[in-house]
């Protein structure tokens, strides 16, 4: 069932449990994370960063919304940190109704107007809005900001950022880092909780691959609704073809299947660390079943009007 991000985050904050949020950049990802999402009765969200986007273009976003549509779960779908306009425009054009506008690299005041324009773009569109204030150090899909240029997130910042640019999330910056932790990770706990009290939208946390189970119930005590996981999940299917690339006679379907079960674990294991597993009928409302509705009809709509122009 294709699911609302507004419905899924709060839902999650009301019930003290998290979304994972899964990046992913092909057939065997997005089958990853819905098998492992209705194997557990577990709502998940599938994530393209723009890299997938370029990558993938209107395809990908439409193998990615159709799977969603398909599943016997809520699945939300996600472009995620986007810098681009012209990207935000492909994903809305596409039927992404969920868009991460991300001006965090920008100094706080251009990154300030970045995203309100964006957000009114998305809204017109029917979309909301996932945006960040504070840098997050690591490397993500060839992008590296160096440990210095990182900026924790201000939570007076943040209260100020919200009212002006209207977004519908707020991704957080209290020491959490994109790719590995290559020390033991450090969160800023009475950080988030004065962002928490501070901000009354849903908070979202990048960077989980890697944390501690004990973090991860501390963020989600403190108001983190999603959680985002990449780099697990791709090492998790790069480590497949490692060990196929030297079988004699790989079989295609045979590794990819492989793949799909090596992902899955990790997503399985995410899934049932951020609490989420089981919850799948929280988000049963009839919001959702209007959502999937609309979806349909507006899949129709456009397909009779393919037929109409050809």
Request: with cysteine; proline share 5%.
């Amino acid at each position: 069932m294709l699911a609302s991000t507004s419905e899924l985050l709060n839902t999650a904050r009301r019930n003290a449990y998290a979304i994972g949020a899964f990046n992913v950049y092909n057939l065997e990802g997005v089958k990853a994370v819905i098998d492992a999402a209705e194997a557990l009765q577990s709502p998940a969200m599938l994530q393209l960063h723009p890299s997938a986007l370029k990558y993938g273009k209107s395809p990908l976003v439409a193998l990615c919304m159709e799977a969603a549509r398909k599943s016997l779960v809520p699945i939300a779908v996600h472009l995620d940190h986007s810098t681009s306009e012209k990207d935000i425009h492909l994903a809305l054009d596409a039927g992404i109704k969920s868009i991460m506008a991300d001006g965090s690299p920008l100094p706080y005041e251009q990154n300030l107007i970045f995203t309100r324009e964006m957000t009114k773009l998305s809204h017109a569109n029917g979309a909301v809005v996932e945006a960040e204030i504070g840098r997050i150090s690591g490397t993500e899909d060839g992008l590296t900001i160096e440990e210095k240029a990182a900026k924790m997130t201000d939570p007076l910042e943040a209260v100020e950022f919200i009212k002006e640019t209207k977004v519908d999330f707020l991704a957080v910056t209290i020491g959490n880092v994109h790719g590995k932790y290559f020390s033991e990770p450090k969160l800023d706990f009475p950080r988030l909780a004065k962002i928490r009290a501070s901000v009354p939208v849903p908070l979202v946390l990048h960077g989980a691959s890697g944390l501690p189970e004990s973090m991860i119930n501390q963020s989600i005590k403190l108001g983190v609704s999603k959680f985002n996981v990449n780099t697990e999940v791709r090492e998790a299917y790069m480590d497949v073809l490692k060990t196929s690339s030297s079988l004699s006679d790989p079989d295609l379907l045979e590794v990819m299947e492989k793949a799909i079960d090596a992902m899955g674990s990790v997503i399985s294991d995410k899934l049932q660390l951020f609490g989420s597993a089981g919850k799948a009928y929280l988000h049963q409302s009839p919001y959702a079943y209007e959502l999937a509705a609309k979806s349909t009809s507006d899949k129709q709509a456009e397909t009779n009007q393919v037929l109409i122009n050809s």
